[in-house]
């Protein structure tokens, strides 16, 4: 009985794992037997955190490439662990991390109305305070060095939700539109510990919501300002989504949305994978012209994604990430990782 214990305990945890590499709004819909709506309206966050090259770099040269491995997976640990507990605090879901950054969508539905969207845009701007607060207060390095910092982008509006690639060889799911390009822009105006956000944004959340500081415009086209702070008082929380309690889905149902290696290696109880450096060759193919906001959008990324999954394979690649906003829009395949040749 103890053994049947343990090993049931064992499958939950696998479960909860797997669960893990969906997005929480996702993988609740499935939970519910749903689909997501392919065209939504909603806040886009993009948080990113700056100085963890260089932070990475610097662990693997004081403590070496084992020991460094280890203090990295500690920090990255508790680091993702808080930014995603104040997302998921607000109802948000994040996408997809893309190296040291996160992108996050918080939803007010496919036919929201102005005040759906004003409670959105506010989930997401009290979303990115609680995120430079995590920061700031809970992430010191562990040498008693400088703490990571992070900059926050948000951008309110219409963004197509995208199901990308064979489900045989992995999907991706991707957040893409003109309302990410203003997030990926927005991002690249803010510096460490600042927030930035678009003109919609600000319309929707108003000097009531938050203070706005100086514009900042990249171009005679969008417009963007910093946003010095968001009042904690008479502001309405959202109530949070009881993700883990409500998600219910067997490992046939997750098979598709994770990597070969990882599924096999998790569902044959062989835990996570050892976390140390190893040597890898990286490619990154940058694509352009896709017009997601459109209705062929979504197929045209499908039938990309699908290419490039199958000559990366072909050629012992594997398809770790297809990014959209984030520096232009690209997919990330890895040669050496997760096999080691």
């Known amino acids: 009985m103890v053994k049947l214990h343990e090993k049931k305990g064992r499958l939950m945890d696998d479960q909860r794992t797997l669960v893990s590499y969906l997005a929480e709004d996702r993988a609740h819909a499935m ?16 948080a990113d955190i700056s100085g963890f090259t260089a932070f990475t770099e610097g662990l693997r040269s004081r403590l070496g490439p084992r020991r460094g491995a280890e203090e990295l997976t500690l920090i990255l640990d508790a680091t993702y662990a808080a930014l ?10 994040v996408i997809c991390f893309a190296g040291d950054s996160i992108t996050c969508w918080f939803d007010a539905g496919a036919d929201a109305g102005t005040s759906a969207m004003r409670f959105a845009a506010g989930q997401a701007l009290r979303c990115a305070f609680a995120l430079q607060e995590a920061m700031a207060t809970n992430l010191m390095t562990r040498d008693g060095g400088e703490a990571l910092r ?12 995208i199901v990308a690639g064979d489900p045989a060889r992995g999907l991706h799911d991707t957040l893409g ?8 822009m927005g991002e690249q105006l803010a510096e460490r510990g600042e927030v930035i956000i678009d003109s919609s944004t600000g319309e929707l959340a108003g000097t009531a919501f938050c203070r706005i500081g100086e514009r900042r415009d990249p171009s005679s086209t969008e417009s963007f300002s910093l ?15 009881s993700w883990a309690g409500s998600i219910a889905l067997d490992a046939d149902s997750l098979r598709p949305w994770i990597s070969d290696s990882v599924f096999r290696r998790q569902t044959l109880g062989q835990g996570a994978f050892v976390n140390e450096f190893r040597p890898c060759v990286a490619l990154f193919v940058n694509f352009a012209g896709i017009d997601l906001d459109a209705p062929e959008g979504g197929t045209t990324l499908d039938l990309l994604v699908r290419r490039m999954d199958e000559v990366g394979s072909r050629h012992g690649g594997d398809l770790l990430q297809v ?3 984030d520096k232009g829009s690209y997919a990330y395949l890895a040669f050496g990782a997760i096999t080691a040749h």
Not at 150 to 161: D, F, L, T, W
Not at 228 to 240: D, I, K, M, S
């Open 150 to 161: 992070i900059k926050v982008s948000v951008a309110s509006g219409a963004a197509s939700r």
């Open 31 to 46: 939970s519910c037997g749903e689909n997501l709506a392919p065209r939504s309206q909603g806040s886009a966050l993009f």
């Open 177 to 184: 539109g003109m309302t990410i390009t203003r997030m990926a």
């Open 323 to 325: 990014v959209v906003g």
């Open 84 to 93: 995603i507990a104040e997302v998921e605090a607000e109802s948000g879901s």
């Open 227 to 241: 946003v010095e702070a968001v009042p904690r008082q008479g502001q309405v929380r959202a109530t949070p989504q």
